[in-house]
T-cell receptor, first 116, second 112 residues
Framework: DTAVSQTPKYLVTQMGNDKSIKCEQNLGHDTMYWYKQDSKKFLKIMFSYNNKELIINETVPNRFSPKSPDKAHLNLHINSLELGDSAVYFC???????????????FGPGTRLTVL | KQEVTQIPAALSVPEGENLVLNCSFTDSAIYNLQWFRQDPGKGLTSLLLIQSSQREQTSGRLNASLDKSSGRSTLYIAASQPGDSATYLCAVWNQAGTALIFGKGTTLSVSS
């Protein structure tokens, strides 16, 4: 059983389009995250949600809008896609809110977004 | 602002060697530190998590140490195997404790 799943795995689209990436976790975790891994393989936090509430937004353009319909899902919608948005996007989850948490983060397989 | 550095960026060793991967962080006020493995085209797999109060953690052939005062962690891999070939990422929780801050990783290649 997949713990953290993402769809789609690959996404190729034109500049200016709007697209969404879905994430689901079946671990019963309270906290979910989105990370971006750029072409140099550097992994950086974008958002974190705890119990459907936004906890952190690391200066991500407002073209990116996360949506958490319930604790098990954190979807990422991107408006007006730009070339620089091409990257691999990873969803992750953990049991509690960090800050003393000893919980491991579990990652999804990633979504490779290519903007042409 | 917390920054994480990993050295070396890449490492190639013959099978059977013991090796050490290094991680350093600028702010010693961390909550915990986590080592991950990433295979090409795949997601991240957690290897070891060291709480801020711990000095080391072991799992099989892997041993991770933590020295908060010097801002360093090492991942020791014993008797390396070709299957260990992957990118190893070190990450610490940010100051607010709301997200992981990653290093750029060490890409390991173990030849048979």
């Amino acid at each position: 059983d997949t713990a953290v799943s993402q769809t789609p795995k690959y996404l190729v689209t034109q500049m200016g389009n709007d697209k969404s990436i879905k994430c689901e976790q079946n671990l019963g975790h309270d906290t979910m995250y989105w990370y971006k891994q750029d072409s140099k393989k550097f992994l950086k936090i974008m958002f974190s949600y705890n119990n459907k509430e936004l906890i952190i937004n690391e200066t991500v353009p407002n073209r990116f809008s996360p949506k958490s319909p319930d604790k098990a899902h954190l979807n990422l919608h991107i408006n007006s896609l730009e070339l620089g948005d091409s990257a691999v996007y990873f969803c992750a989850s953990s049991s509690g809110l960090a800050g003393g948490s000893t919980d491991t983060q579990y990652f999804g397989p990633g979504t490779r977004l290519t903007v042409l | 602002k917390q920054e994480v550095t990993q050295i070396p960026a890449a490492l190639s060793v013959p099978e059977g060697e013991n090796l050490v991967l290094n991680c350093s962080f600028t702010d010693s006020a961390i909550y915990n530190l986590q080592w991950f493995r990433q295979d090409p085209g795949k997601g991240l797999t957690s290897l070891l998590l060291i709480q801020s109060s711990q000095r080391e953690q072991t799992s099989g052939r892997l041993n991770a140490s933590l020295d908060k005062s010097s801002g360093r962690s090492t991942l020791y891999i014993a008797a390396s195997q070709p299957g260990d070939s992957a990118t190893y990422l070190c990450a610490v929780w940010n100051q607010a404790g709301t997200a992981l801050i990653f290093g750029k990783g060490t890409t390991l290649s173990v030849s048979s």
